[in-house]
Nanobody
Framework: VQLQASGGGFVQAGGSLRLSCTDS????????IGWFRQAPGKEREFVAR????????SYAESVKGRFTISRDRAKNTVYLEMKSLKPEDTAVYYC?????????????????WGQGTQVTVSS
């Protein structure tokens, strides 16, 4: 599994971004995919995850209602649509392939990690 996260950037508060996580080797089709983020000086935290078939999406409370995770199996890509962004959403965002078909909110349930993409939200 080789994951590549992209789509980060600089946006003003209230703006939107869409992150993509692509598996270039096409070997994670049976794995859940999760998004995590890490802000400077803070520990990595769970953001969202989705099952192997695009089912059972789940979100951290801090992003619920603002972020949407989706999966395009034909493109081997998982998206994270982020709306109503806040300065506290500023972080490096990572995608990861789970050990199982769905994954969880703990980073230990993920095995393969992408390189991260920076999201900066200005106030």
């Amino acid at each position: 599994v080789q994951l590549q996260a992209s789509g980060g950037g600089f946006v003003q508060a209230g703006g939107s971004l869409r992150l993509s996580c692509t598996d270039s080797r096409r070997t994670s089709s049976n794995n859940g995919i999760g998004w995590f983020r890490q802000a400077p000086g803070k520990e990595r935290e769970f953001v969202a995850r989705i099952g192997w078939n695009g089912g059972l999406p789940s979100y951290a409370e801090s992003v619920k209602g603002r972020f949407t995770i989706s999966r395009d199996r034909a493109k081997n890509t998982v998206y994270l649509e982020m709306k109503s962004l806040k300065p506290e959403d500023t972080a490096v965002y990572y995608c990861a392939a789970a050990l199982s078909a769905y994954g969880g909110s703990e980073s230990s349930t993920y095995r393969y990690w992408g390189q991260g993409t920076q999201v900066t939200v200005s106030s």
